[in-house]
């Protein structure tokens, strides 16, 4: 069970956009920043967002960051068939003193 | 360029132990956080634990789950970080992977497979 909620599936056709939520508490994205990251199978994950809505260098700007209290989002928009992959949300948590990610989220584009 | 390469992963018995070592390059690994994150088969990332940089005294946190079997240190001299698992379990099954952290983890390093099975 995550400390941080994700669902964990979601689609949509190429050219739409999708949000991917990421649900905590006080004690992780109330109180620190948020990342996510992109995985394709087999390899690494890949920063996408930093400190709630900082995207990397070289990252398009079709992915964006959110927050707000106790809750993130990735808004993916623009869809294309290369950002079908998981995306997971990860925050510092206070409470815990440890790192917390999301259970992961599969998107798949349609 | 920033570079992470570990290595030491293998097959090992329930109650066994084995050192991960990821190798830095590219960056001044003394100035960075260092994570161990893992990932099991077909599940999702999970943070095994950190290595505060110099300013913080190179501090160290786990995750509860292995808090007390696992333990993370660093040589400078060789620019490597390390996880000492002892006693380890079924559940610990998984890819190891070394990142370094920039407000987020901004490189990983390719991962290192530990399969702990009978």
């Known amino acids: 069970q995550s400390v941080l909620t994700q669902p964990p599936s979601a689609s949509e056709t190429p050219g739409q956009r999708v949000t991917i939520s990421c649900s905590g508490s006080?004690?992780?994205?109330?109180?620190?920043?948020v990342h996510w990251y992109q995985q394709f199978p087999g390899t690494a994950p890949k920063l996408l967002v930093h400190?709630?809505?900082q995207r990397l260098s070289g990252v398009p700007d079709r992915f964006s960051g959110s927050k707000s209290g106790t809750s993130a989002s990735l808004v993916i928009s623009g869809l294309r068939s290369e950002d079908e992959a998981d995306y997971y949300c990860?925050?510092?948590?206070?409470?815990?003193?440890?790192?917390?990610f999301g259970g992961g989220t599969k998107l798949t584009v349609l | 360029e920033v570079q992470l390469v570990e290595s030491g992963g293998g097959l090992v018995q329930p109650g066994g132990s084995l050192r991960l070592s990821c190798v830095a390059s590219?960056?001044?690994?003394?100035?960075?956080?260092m994570d161990w994150v893992r990932q099991a088969p077909g599940k999702g990332l999970e943070w095994v634990g950190r290595?505060?940089?110099?300013?913080?005294?190179?501090?160290?946190e786990y995750v509860a789950s292995v808090k007390g079997r696992f333990t993370i240190s660093r040589d400078h001299s060789k620019n490597s970080l390390y996880l000492e698992m002892n006693s380890l379990k079924t559940e610990d099954t998984a890819v190891y992977y070394c990142?370094?952290?920039?407000?987020?983890?901004?490189?990983w390093g390719q991962g290192a497979w530990v399969t702990v099975s009978s």
């Open positions: 990142t370094r952290d920039n407000w987020g983890s901004d490189y």
């Open positions: 590219g960056f001044t690994f003394s100035d960075y956080q």
């Open positions: 290595s505060r940089g110099k300013t913080k005294s190179y501090t160290t």
């Open positions: 006080i004690s992780n994205i109330g109180s620190f920043d």
């Open positions: 400190r709630d809505s």
């Open positions: 990860a925050a510092w948590d206070g409470s815990l003193r440890g790192l917390s």
